[in-house]
């Protein structure tokens, strides 16, 4: 069975900060890869995707992530984050053989000090 | 257009009660997926339609729970015997294809007292 885990359940920084958020899945075949995140108030929204070609996949607001098929990572990044990046992280994946249904890790609360 | 909604946007029931939840995906949207939110368990698959197609109900958690789908547009997830482990959000989401993108709708939060 798939799984996915993310290893930081609670993050705190300061705004200008870099942030790296780690996300591991378990499963053997081709994966389609997600970073969700949902803000204080607001429903769960994309933030980026994976699905083939450049490993290396740019979203909005100047998150990326950088998927290495060898250690199953997904890892998501930020160079500078704003006090407007407080929010919860989702990652997830989902496959073929599972009708592409999503399997999340426990999400990693962000809070950013202004 | 707009985009997934959902109602009611809270509910609250008493432990025993039959509640259902509406979600009315995205315009030509062919996959609905329900999921379910909560402290203890995090984000859980539920159930999934796909046109035409018998739904996937692998992930219901117990045959308290049972969804449908009418005309392939908005779908009802029906909670029999409420229990007080389920209230949690449930969260519904749409996709123009099996392997695409899922739109998430606000959820509906339910309560059972």
């Known amino acids: 069975a798939q799984s996915v885990s993310q290893h930081n359940h609670h993050v705190i920084l300061s705004e200008a900060a870099s942030l790296e958020l780690g996300c591991n899945y378990s499963?053997?075949?081709?994966?389609?890869l997600f970073w969700y995140v949902q803000y204080p108030g607001q429903h769960l929204q994309l933030l980026l995707k994976?699905?083939?070609?450049d490993p290396l996949v740019k979203g909005i607001k100047g998150f990326e992530a950088e998927f290495i098929k060898s250690k199953f990572s997904f890892n998501l990044r930020k160079p500078s984050v704003q006090w407007s990046d407080t929010a919860e992280y989702f990652c997830?994946?989902?496959?073929?053989?599972?009708?592409?249904?999503?399997?999340w890790g426990a999400g990693t609360k962000l809070i950013i000090k202004p | 257009g707009a985009g997934v909604s959902q109602s009611p946007s809270n509910k609250v029931t008493e432990k025993g009660k039959d509640v259902e939840l509406r979600c009315d995906p995205i315009?030509?949207?062919?996959?609905l997926y329900w999921y379910r939110q909560s402290l203890g368990q995090g984000l859980e698959f539920l159930i999934y339609?796909?046109?035409?197609?018998?739904?996937?109900k692998s992930g219901l958690p117990s045959d308290r729970f049972s969804a449908e789908r009418t005309g392939g547009s908005v779908s009802t997830l029906t909670i029999q015997r409420t229990q007080q482990e389920d209230s949690a959000v449930y969260l519904c989401?749409?996709?123009?294809?099996?392997?695409?993108?899922?739109?998430f709708g606000a959820g509906t939060r339910l309560s059972v007292l």
């Open positions: 994976y699905f083939s070609g």
């Open positions: 315009s030509g949207h062919t996959a």
């Open positions: 997830a994946v989902s496959a073929p053989d599972s009708n592409y249904q999503l399997i």
């Open positions: 499963y053997g075949g081709t994966v389609n």
């Open positions: 339609f796909q046109g035409n197609s018998a739904p996937d």
């Open positions: 989401a749409s996709s123009s294809t099996t392997s695409g993108i899922q739109y």
